[in-house]
């Protein structure tokens, strides 16, 4: 079987077993090179680094980036439809059942349970966030406690978090330009 | 057909502004699918979270299978799903044939870190909304303390923690601490 076709198996393989996001995938990526010989531990840190790096989720940045280093064009579009088929067929499955049985009490309850701990999920990503970009861990703080912090990025910070109160309407994606502009601007 | 266009669009803009893993997608969902297209809930956004976190896949795509069946059925989960992974091959595809020390270049690492503090901004925004919608009572804030701490410190699999979360909702709302809708 060409390297083309394989990547319809794998990936959706990857697809069907890897629970809880994009991360979840590096696994199964990495047994892929292993296996086949498609690409080196070293090239995969290269794809996750540029997946991090990217606009888009990076679950679905890895697959593209794997099948395109695998079999070009072809495969980054064949990879990508194999890693999300599986979930489209969960999901809708799922949504379909979710309709009928969300109000009754149990469910209710169960997600009464959920969603405070969802919050505490997205409150933790968002943490480990904040120290990678706020604070420099790399070093310690041997350095002093002054050059443990991340001078630019917490003013860039208050001064994105005081335009967000004065406009609140402004899209999102305004902030995220502005952003990235400061950031080249001011070498961050 | 306009809706199925609709999810594409919205989707595909979501996807291309979205810098990180599925929570990051948040900010973005808010103002598109909560509050331009009125597609979902915050609620139900959050239900979405949960079901994506157990259940196999990328959660952003989760999401948007999510949303996007509920407007309109299988083909809607597609058009959403096709619309959020769309900028991802294309990006990728132009980074992978173009520059592959894309991640090492200097003014990508700036524009990312830049990205990266909007990011954090936008989170605390996000996270500040759901806090006054999901945490209204001791008994809520005690599970979001526990699940907050155990993804912090532990390396218990988020697939555990969500079904322990489940657990105590039945259980606090049973013993009438918790108030379900």
């Known amino acids: 079987m060409s390297k083309l ?23 199964f ?20 680094a ?30 990508t439809l194999s890693i999300v ?27 009464a349970g959920l969603k405070p701990a969802v919050v505490a999920f997205i409150g933790a990503a ?17 350095g002093g406690i002054a050059e443990f912090f991340n001078w630019k990025c917490i003013i860039l910070l208050v001064v994105l978090l005081a335009l967000k109160q004065k406009f609140p309407k402004v899209h999102p994606i305004a902030f995220i330009v502005a952003a990235a502009a400061a950031g080249v601007v001011f070498s961050f | 057909m306009k809706v199925l266009l609709q999810l594409y669009m919205a989707w595909f803009k979501m996807g291309l502004f979205t810098f990180g893993g599925g929570y990051a997608m948040l900010p973005m969902i808010q103002r598109e699918v909560i509050e331009k297209y009125h597609w979902a809930t915050e609620d139900e956004i959050m239900d979405y979270y949960a079901i994506g976190q157990c259940t196999p896949g990328i959660i952003a795509v989760n999401t948007a299978t999510f949303v996007g069946y509920y407007q309109k059925g299988i083909l809607g989960g597609i058009m959403a799903t096709l619309g959020v992974v769309s900028p991802s091959i294309i990006i990728i595809g132009l980074i992978a044939s173009l520059i592959s020390n894309f991640a090492e ?12 503090v909007a990011v954090c901004m936008l989170m605390i925004q996000a996270i500040a909304n759901l806090w006054k919608k999901s945490i209204k009572n001791i008994a809520a804030f005690c599970v979001f303390a526990a699940a907050l701490l155990l993804s912090l410190f532990t390396g218990i699999s988020t697939v555990w923690l969500v079904i322990l979360a489940g657990v105590l909702g039945v259980l606090l ?3 009438g601490w918790m108030k379900h809708e």
Request: proline content about 5%.
């Open chain 1, 126 to 142: 968002c943490l480990n966030l904040f120290i990678s970009t706020l604070l420099y861990t790399k070093k310690g703080i041997s």
């Open chain 2, 173 to 175: 709302s049973k013993a």
């Open chain 2, 105 to 116: 270049l200097e003014v990508v690492r700036h524009a990312l870190m830049g990205i990266n």
């Open chain 1, 29 to 48: 990526l990495n047994e892929m090179g292993v296996k086949y010989g498609w690409f080196t531990t070293d090239t995969l840190s290269t794809m996750i």
């Open chain 1, 85 to 111: 088929a599986p979930s489209i067929v969960v999901i809708c499955i799922i949504a379909n059942y979710f309709q009928k049985f969300k109000n009754a009490r149990i469910v209710q309850m169960i997600f």
């Open chain 1, 50 to 79: 540029v997946s991090e790096s990217t606009p888009g989720p990076i679950g679905i940045n890895m697959a593209t980036y794997v099948g395109y280093t695998v079999a070009g064009p072809a495969g980054a579009v064949l990879a």
């Open chain 1, 5 to 27: 076709w394989l990547l319809i198996p794998e990936f959706m393989k990857t697809g069907l077993f890897a629970v809880g996001g994009g991360l979840a995938t590096i696994p």
